[in-house]
């Protein structure tokens, strides 16, 4: 952003603080500060009284200043947890309030920007974690979404959206990043353009977004992500905010004329012209050498260069993990660390030395596939969570681990605290959602709903069935059955389960 912008941002952290020291000595309601700090990425936790300050990073690149920073303020702050996101961001949690301001105005010269990170406006724009290295990738996408979180950034301040809109682009392999039900999700093309989806989205009344663009000119995408604006502020929803979000367009104005309004003002912003872009992405130019298995290891699609996956469980990366890393990539040019919706870390651009160096600084991280299962931060921290989805998935990862259930027999699950959905619950083969399941005659308890297999994988795009309820407290036991029944069949849990309906049910039955 430009030195003038960058002054208003400081000048806008300062009223920011004071809103935050008048939230702390209660002047200030808990709904009226939220309304403020969402527009600054950051929100006051459960207790009201600590603070998460959420760190965008386009496209998931954590750079080398932003990882200098991240380690920098972690160790001098002792913060913790630090928060891998479904969006691609870091949440740093359990900030007093006076460390926000602190926080905010280092990050901004590490070309970190918090504005804009919550609330009503564009949010992290994201990308394909391993785009400009991924072996079949359309192209690298990266530069379009870089370039949109700065025209976004750049016309926060001037647009009242209905709600927050969410921004994915895809490389054309891996749609982790959910660009088919997002407010707005981009598709390489092999022939340098992009397939748009919009108005999609999970959450309560989740929906796959509308195919609006078969192929989009690339220099294009600006004018898109405008157009959308104008239709989200024209016919979005500003009384009821439960029915505000971009996907609630296909109800109101349904499929046919969404798109209509669309292209309508897409012409009108081309007449306007000035949001052409020229983009070339930047070829990775290190060289590549020896050769490299493992189970955590992706060969890149430059030879002799490997991406490697580190996954911290539950996406809770420990405090001295960044300086760790920093510490490492120092001494390998070109190489990064890219944060995936998945709660994954890839560090990317590694000789094969490099790669079993970062491997073994890693091993901490998820040893099987179900350990790199996805769960929001919970209700522990989160104001509108309704469970601790945290504290469920270390249950559910101690229990599993305990049963010796073998790799590959559960799946990677996803476990959200409550119908926001930031663990994208309705796209994991399973996937638990925070709720209180009734009791006969008695109160209702702690409960997750279930849902069974959704898939985001492009092209075979699906939302999970609901099956029912299940006790928090049975939550493992139920896992640890499913995962015992697939390994005795000597199976893995995706063709366990389309090969075992009725025993699935049966174990369904005693839990749901
Ligand atoms: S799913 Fe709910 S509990 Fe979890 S982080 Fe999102 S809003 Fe909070």
Same mark, same amino acid.
């Given at each position: ?5 960058l002054?208003? /941002? ?6 920011? !603080?004071?809103k ?12 009226? /500060?939220?309304?403020? &700090? ?10 009201g ?28 702050? =002792? ?22 301001p ?8 590490? =070309? #970190? #920007? ?24 359309? $192209? ?8 949109? &979180?700065? !025209?976004?950034? &750049? ?13 994915? $682009?895809?490389?054309?392999?891996? =749609?982790?990043v ?6 707005? @999700? ?42 959308? #604006? ?17 996907? !609630? ?28 872009l ?9 060289? @590549? ?10 060969? %890149?699609?430059?030879? @002799? ?8 469980? @539950?996406? #809770? ?18 190489a ?21 160096r ?14 790199t ?17 945290q ?28 119908? &926001?959905?930031?663990?994208?619950? %309705? ?5 638990f ?17 279930? $849902? ?9 795009? %699906? ?50």
């Amino acid at each position: 952003m430009n030195e003038q912008w960058l002054n208003l /941002y400081r000048t806008e952290i300062e009223e920011f !603080y004071k809103k935050t020291r008048a939230f702390a000595a209660g002047d200030l309601s808990r709904k009226d /500060y939220k309304g403020a &700090s969402g527009g600054f990425g950051s929100y006051a936790q459960r207790d009201g009284t600590k603070h998460m300050l959420r760190l965008r990073l386009p496209g998931g690149r954590l750079t080398e200043p932003r990882l200098q920073f991240l380690a920098r303020i972690a160790g001098k702050y =002792d913060i913790a947890p630090l928060k891998l996101t479904t969006c691609e961001t870091i949440q740093l949690h359990n900030l007093t309030p006076d460390l926000l301001p602190v926080l905010m105005e280092q990050a901004a010269y590490c =070309d #970190i #920007i918090t504005r804009g990170g919550g609330g009503d406006n564009p949010r992290n724009v994201m990308a394909s974690p391993l785009t400009g290295v991924q072996t079949g990738e359309a $192209f690298d996408v990266m530069p379009w979404a870089e370039a949109a &979180s700065n !025209y976004l950034l &750049s016309i926060c301040r001037d647009i009242h959206m209905p709600r927050k809109l969410k921004v994915a $682009f895809c490389n054309g392999v891996d =749609d982790c990043v959910h660009a088919t039900f997002r407010d707005m @999700g981009f598709i390489a093309q092999a022939d340098g353009t992009f397939r748009l989806y919009i108005a999609g989205g999970l959450g309560n009344n989740h929906r796959m977004g509308v195919l609006v663009e078969e192929h989009l000119p690339a220099s294009d995408v600006l004018y898109a992500i405008r157009a959308m #604006i104008d239709v989200f502020c024209a016919h979005g929803n500003y009384e009821n905010r439960a029915k505000a979000r971009t996907r !609630y367009l296909q109800e109101t104005l349904g499929a046919e004329e969404l798109c209509r309004v669309y292209r309508e003002a897409l012409a009108a912003r081309k007449a306007e012209g000035g949001l052409d872009l020229n983009l070339t992405p930047k070829a990775v130019t290190k060289t @590549g050498e020896g050769t490299l298995e493992d189970v955590r290891v992706i060969a %890149q699609k430059q030879p @002799g260069l490997y991406a490697v996956a580190y996954h911290p469980i @539950g996406g #809770i990366l420990p405090t001295g993990k960044p300086t760790e890393l920093a510490a490492l990539l120092r001494e390998m040019p070109a190489a990064e660390c890219r944060v995936a919706p998945h709660e994954t870390i890839y560090i990317i651009n590694l000789t094969a030395d490099e790669a079993r160096r970062i491997l073994a600084a890693t091993e901490d991280g998820a040893k099987t596939l179900f350990e790199t299962s996805v769960a929001c931060i919970g209700a522990a921290i989160c104001q509108q969570g309704v469970r601790d989805s945290q504290a469920a998935l270390q249950a559910c990862v101690k229990a599993v681990r305990e049963a010796g259930i073998p790799d590959g027999a559960l799946p990677k699950v996803c476990i959200s605290g409550c119908p &926001s959905s930031c663990s994208g619950h %309705q796209a994991g083969a399973i996937g638990f959602q925070g709720c209180v399941k009734p009791v006969p005659g008695g109160k209702p308890a702690p409960a997750f709903r279930m $849902f069974l297999n959704g898939n985001d994988a492009l092209g075979a795009e %699906q939302f999970g069935e609901v099956m029912g309820f299940v006790y928090e407290d049975q939550l493992p036991a139920l896992l640890v059955e499913l995962g015992q029944a697939a390994a005795a069949a000597g199976q893995d849990w995706q063709s366990w389960h389309t090969t075992h309906g009725e025993e699935l049910k049966t174990i369904l039955a005693k839990y749901l």
